[in-house]
């Protein structure tokens, strides 16, 4: 007997020792991290962790335990370097560990459809083979070292638009092979041990209760084996969501699976259901290593120290994933013993992650001026900010003293410390009742100078400011919907004081109060305080630079403009960034931009500069990669995973038409674009981007010659491979990619003009020569044909094109399939 077939075997043991009933608290969360344990049959509980771009543990969103902050999803796929990805995924699975979880939340594979989605920075990329490809490796590397990766959010959830209730409907064709096909990836070549289902529904039908995509597509056809599980609070049925193939409900306590007990004593289906359900997630228990050795999963038992190797690793990541966009000159990199002035606000402030599920207690946020002012010496670097790009005034890092008391009554119940003026509670004292408390947050403001000063207040529940005992803010009696904590939260109200030099006493009250479709108790609340710039600020800022012999100009958003919950502001960077660029511009020619997006932008001064990166979000070592790049310690090795529009019109899914295509309406979002996103859609369209799908320069040259196919024709169910030599023609060591995408000459149904199809990426000293070997399948060829239900790839005459983005593949290689090939699904 195999190993396999013993851990089948005991498992169908202890399913048959278990009640009806511990087989069904099985199927929803013990809280809000942890599944149920079962000590009578040694079941131990399995804990989960938020990701993917780090491992946080158990508690708040904000605070907590400090862990190591990785490069967001987008920046991991500007590396194009699936090598990365594994060795990210094995770093990823010791720091969950750490945290006593064997499940990470990650990775996301839901596809840029549009330039607006407020998560996009956590994906991966437009194209779904990229994507597909990363998404592997990631898994693969996680899952080696025992923690289990919950590829998500299955599926259509490419915008935060009405996420809870929205339907994705999405033509067949795009489906499979656009939307699906990640998924499919990590799933049938990585191995996949989790899928978490998307919020939304799917052709009408919430994607947690799905019977098609779920048992259909998933375990079906493409025989996954591994645990299904919500997105939190995205469970809405007891036996009809069991008997569709979700397993687990999260949070928990069970809320929507309340009554599954009852319902499965009354169904045979469900009963079976509840039993195949609860195999899946001893299954997963026992992939993780659980049974042998339960983790400890107290959170006051996590290890928050760091590793060198994970920090060293995140910094070569970072620097890995930064694009260069621009170059004129050759005017990056800069000169050892340049004297700089760095400038914007971004850059004295470590803009590391996104917001939402994916922020987490960093182990520092280096900024570019901490990462300069170490390479080149302090007193060669000077600062100025410039402007703002705050969406909300910025919390404190103070002290915060809690106490909680009943609704109505001043006896304190609890008392607690906490670190910064933003409080997320998913856990409370004993003896406070999550959806019933009055909470009283105090903390001094530290004032330097006499002067006028802003103060702001959101919350997820009413709450209120005192200042010094009087009243400056009420978002209490008044309390309006914003689109702060996840749609949950209020709009931020504003308040402006002229304070004196000094301490300051501030006290926050909050009180819960119920919103729909929340996925627990949630509350949170954030205080916000800052001094406002000078209004000369930018000519302060474009005098400093001026002095210097470079500028390089910081600008761009950070996780409260690129966050989860509400979609991005539109294209135009925030504040007055654009004016600074120019002022900073005009004062020194020899200006470098470094900007920071979760996406594209707009870019009204580019014929200005002569040289800009894009540097994403790249985890707790920015500022040392943005250097090491800056500096030339490190090639920037990122090749843009999305089209950059030159205008929003030019967005796939904002072409003039309808609401309903984008974000949606009533209830309904319709993908009409179909198969044409990103490059697709350029093609298509015939529109120029202001950069395209896999661009990216390197501070050497490269030439790509010899570029041949192993066989000039394909059979049905062959392969055949691109065989391409690349040689570094420059004098520093170089990263380039290379890039193959596919054109059906003779296809029956619509087609894109080409699809990426492989890519390798080689690193090459000056001077050296590589060859890099590429392999087409019958898939690469093929399209789905949703008449006939199937893959299929038509016989005759197919282009592949070679080069280094999807506006640059001088190589144009014939190919014949000598028959045509199908592969039914199903």
Known sequence: MTKADTRLTSIDALLDQMTLEEQVSLLAGADFWRTVPIPRLNIPSLKVTDGPAGARGGGALVGGKQTAAFPVGIALGSTWNTELLREVGVHLAREAQDKGAGVLLAPTMNLFRSTLNGRNFESYSEDPYLTGRLGTAYVQGLQSGGVAATVKHYVGNESEYQRNTISSDIPERALRELYLLPFEMTVRQGGAWAIMTGYNKLDGTYCSENPRLVNGILRGEWGFTGLVMSDWGGTHSAGESVRAGLDLEMPGPAKARAGLLEEARNDEATRQAVREAARNVLRLIERTGTFDQPRDVRDEAERDEEYPDTRALIRRAGAEGTVLLKNEGGLLPLPTGAKVAVIGPNAATGQVMGGGSAQMNAHRRTSPLEGLRAALGEENVT?????????????????????????????????????????????????????????????????????????????????????????????????????????????????????????????????????????????????????????????????????????????????????????????????????????????????????????????????????????????????????????????????????????????????????????????????????????????????????????????????????????????????????????????????????????????TLERPGKELRAFGKVTLEPGETGEVTLPLDMRSLAYFDDARDAWVADAGQFEVLVGTSSTDLPVRLPLTLTGEWSEAVG
């Open 383 to 747: 600062f100025a900010t410039g402007c703002d790009n705050d969406r909300f005034l910025p919390a404190l890092a103070v002290p915060v003293r809690v106490e909680y008391f009943a609704p109505d009554s001043d006896e304190v119940l609890a008392t607690e410390e906490r670190q910064g003026s933003e409080v997320m509670w998913f856990a409370f004292p004993e003896g406070v009742n999550p959806s019933s408390f009055r909470a009283r947050l105090s903390l001094t403001l530290s004032i330097p100078a006499d002067g006028e000063y802003e103060l702001g207040l959101f919350s997820a529940g009413r709450s209120r400011l005192t200042l010094d005992g009087e009243e400056v803010i009420d978002n209490w009696t008044n309390w309006q919907p914003g689109d702060t904590y996840f749609g949950f939260g209020s709009r931020e109200v504003r308040a402006a004081r002229f304070l004196t030099a000094g301490e300051h006493r501030a006290v926050v009250e909050l009180t819960p109060q119920p919103v729909e479709n929340t996925v627990a108790a949630f509350s949170a609340v954030r205080l916000g305080f800052r001094a406002p710039l000078s209004p000369t600020a930018a000519q302060d800022a474009a005098r400093l630079a001026a002095g210097a012999d470079y500028a390089v100009v910081c600008v761009g958003t950070n996780g409260e403009w690129e966050t989860e919950g509400v979609d991005r502001w539109g294209l135009e960077l925030p504040g007055g960034q654009d004016d600074l660029v120019r002022a900073v511009a005009a004062a020194n020619p020899r200006t470098v931009v470094l900007l920071q997006t979760g996406g594209p932008v707009l870019m009204p001064w580019l014929d200005q500069v002569p040289a800009l990166l894009q540097g994403w979000f790249p985890g707790q070592e920015a500022g040392h990669a943005f250097a090491d790049v800056l500096l030339g310690q490190a090639d920037p090795g990122g090749r843009l995973p999305q089209t950059f529009p030159a205008r929003l019109e030019d967005d796939p899914t904002h072409p003039g038409t309808p609401d309903i295509q984008y974000p949606g309406e009533n209830g309904h979002v319709e993908y009409r674009e179909g198969l044409f996103i990103g490059y697709r859609h350029v093609d298509r369209a015939g529109t120029t981007p202001l950069f395209p799908f896999g661009h990216g320069l390197s501070y050497t040259s490269f030439e790509l010659s010899d570029a041949r196919l192993s066989a000039g024709q394909v059979e049905p169910g062959g392969e055949v491979s691109v065989l391409v030599r690349v040689r570094n023609t420059g004098e520093r060591v170089g990263q380039q990619v290379v890039q193959v995408y596919v054109r059906d000459v003779e296809t």
